[in-house]
Each structure stands twice: as C-alpha cells, then as structure tokens.
C-alpha cells in the first residue's frame, strides 16, 4: 500500500491528473505559479510529455495558451494560483 506523508499527498494526486490530462491528449501547459497551485505546477513541471511555458501574467498566460490552441489545434491547460487570477484568463 502507497504511504504517503500529508506534504506529499496532493503532490501524488495532481501526478495522476496530470497522467489523465496527457492520456486524453493533452501536450502544452501554460504556468501562472502560485503557493496555492504548487502541488500542481510541480505535476507538470515533472511531466516529461508535456511542454510547459511559464508566464507570470495570467493576462498573457491566457493569450499564450490560445496561440498554443489556434497553432496545433488542441487546448492548453491553464494553471494558476486562485480563483481571482482564473478571472483574468
């Protein structure tokens, strides 16, 4: 049985979400990190199938993930840090 300590546990869940995501064909992510999103950025950012681009701004990460989408025509995933910043993709 997986044990895993309390720091590791959203780690591991957002591991397999990730996992899910390329499995339904994901291949870009756009990063906008954040405290509340760590587990999650660290997910992708271990993801090997995925590329990643980090942009600091969700204005612009937003923009950036839509040239993505336009460019291969697959949607890129969006990670931020609260709901407040989700407001501005």
């Known amino acids: 049985m997986l044990d895993l300590a309390a720091p590791n546990r959203a780690f591991y869940w957002a591991t397999l979400f990730v996992r899910g995501l390329f499995t339904?064909?994901?291949r870009h992510a756009v990063l906008s990190?954040?405290?509340r999103s760590t587990p999650l950025t660290l997910a992708f950012a271990a993801f090997e199938g995925i590329e990643k681009q980090v942009v600091l701004d969700e204005r612009s990460a937003a923009f950036?993930?839509?040239g993505i989408g336009k460019a291969t025509g697959k949607p890129a995933a969006l990670?931020?840090?609260s709901g407040t910043a989700a407001a501005n993709y």
Do not use: Q
Request: hydrophobic share 50%; aromatic share 0%.
């Open 64 to 66: 950036m993930a839509l």
């Open 24 to 26: 339904h064909g994901l």
């Open 33 to 35: 990190p954040g405290s």
């Open 79 to 81: 990670v931020c840090a």
